[in-house]
């Protein structure tokens, strides 16, 4: 099964100037907690934007790159070559990390989205699509707010409705 998870603000925002808006404790050990022992898969950037540019422990980290070379994780050149690695995975659970491409290009194949809401703006440049507005998409499940580090979040679940063959 593959599902999106993303933390995002008010206007859907989830980066600014490659890296993350808010620095929320909770939504970490949520993630942490969630996609250990699974595939992650990721861009380039987002791979860059972790500490010392080391893939996520614990985890198998596909990363669509044009330009990478690596022996710590699975590098594909194209999205036609992340699906069928992802393809190839159909029976693991595949989280969607990220950045605003690769989830504006996986979204439809993604059976949920796992979506902590910032009470928030963050002043984002990269955004995620809006899942409200997305006919495609029904929010299932949303947490009572949470004071994560002097911020208000919710954790949600999106389920998609008409989910895409990969």
Same mark, same amino acid.
């Given at each position: %099964?593959?599902?999106?998870?993303?933390?995002?603000?008010?206007?859907? !925002?989830?980066?600014?100037?490659?890296?993350? %808006?808010? $620095?929320?404790?909770?939504?970490?050990?949520?993630?942490?907690?969630?996609? $250990?022992?699974?595939?992650?898969?990721? !861009?380039?950037?987002?791979?860059? $934007?972790?500490?010392? =540019?080391?893939?996520?422990?614990?985890?198998?980290?596909?990363?669509?790159?044009?330009? =990478?070379?690596?022996?710590?994780?699975?590098?594909?050149? $194209?999205?036609?070559?992340?699906?069928?690695?992802?393809?190839?995975?159909?029976?693991?659970?595949?989280?969607?990390?990220?950045? !605003?491409?690769?989830?504006?290009?996986?979204?439809?194949?993604?059976?949920?989205?796992?979506?902590?809401?910032?009470?928030?703006?963050?002043?984002?440049?990269?955004?995620?699509?809006?899942?409200?507005?997305?006919?495609?998409?029904?929010?299932?499940?949303?947490?009572?707010?949470?004071?994560?580090?002097?911020?208000?979040?919710?954790?949600?679940?999106?389920?998609?409705?008409?989910?895409?063959?990969?």
């Amino acid at each position: %099964m593959i599902k999106a998870i993303v933390h995002a603000d008010k206007e859907w !925002g989830i980066g600014k100037n490659g890296d993350m %808006m808010f $620095s929320l404790p909770k939504d970490m050990k949520f993630f942490r907690e969630t996609t $250990s022992g699974h595939t992650v898969v990721m !861009g380039g950037n987002t791979l860059r $934007s972790f500490p010392n =540019q080391k893939p996520l422990k614990n985890r198998v980290n596909i990363v669509l790159s044009r330009g =990478q070379v690596r022996d710590d994780c699975v590098i594909v050149r $194209s999205f036609d070559e992340l699906k069928k690695e992802m393809k190839a995975r159909k029976n693991e659970e595949i989280y969607v990390i990220g950045g !605003g491409e690769i989830y504006r290009e996986l979204l439809p194949y993604c059976h949920e989205a796992l979506v902590t809401k910032v009470d928030a703006v963050g002043g984002a440049d990269t955004f995620f699509p809006n899942l409200d507005e997305n006919e495609n998409f029904v929010c299932v499940a949303m947490s009572e707010p949470l004071d994560d580090n002097g911020n208000s979040i919710r954790f949600t679940t999106y389920k998609n409705i008409k989910v895409q063959e990969l």
